[in-house]
């Protein structure tokens, strides 16, 4: 199992902006595809992003495609997500996951992150 560490996250004003980062242990970080999910109080875990192990494929929510984006740095074991425009709907914890392939499906994510809290105050 790779373990994966997410520091970041915060409190943001609605409108603001915010990076997470998820950073890997492993070499072979780059044999991932990567996804992040998030999961506000009461509800299900969600998918938000996924970005295929060359970077060369994204997928995004409706509910945050053209404001968050995906992407990732191989050579420091890193996947980002930049969230612009936060809206107080947005307020969860987020977490990272590695999968063999891009996927909207949590069952198909083997390693998680610990999870991260995002709140944006309106």
């Known amino acids: 199992q790779v373990q994966l560490v997410e520091p970041g996250g915060g409190l943001v004003q609605a409108g603001g902006s915010l990076r997470l980062s998820c950073a890997a242990s492993?070499?072979?970080?780059?044999?991932?595809?990567m996804g992040w999910f998030r999961q506000a109080p009461g509800k299900e875990r969600e998918f938000v992003a996924a970005?295929?192990?060359?970077?060369?494929?994204?997928f995004y929510a409706d509910s945050v495609k053209g404001r968050f984006t995906i992407s990732r740095d191989n050579a420091k074991n890193t996947v980002y997500l930049q969230m612009n425009s936060l809206k107080p709907e947005d307020t969860a914890v987020y977490y990272c996951?590695?999968?063999?392939?891009?996927?909207?499906?949590?069952?198909?994510?083997?390693?998680w992150g610990q999870g991260t809290q995002v709140t944006v105050s309106s």
């Open positions: 996951a590695t999968s063999s392939l891009p996927s909207v499906v949590a069952d198909e994510y083997a390693s």
């Open positions: 970005i295929s192990w060359s970077g060369g494929s994204t």
């Open positions: 492993r070499r072979t970080f780059s044999n991932y595809a």
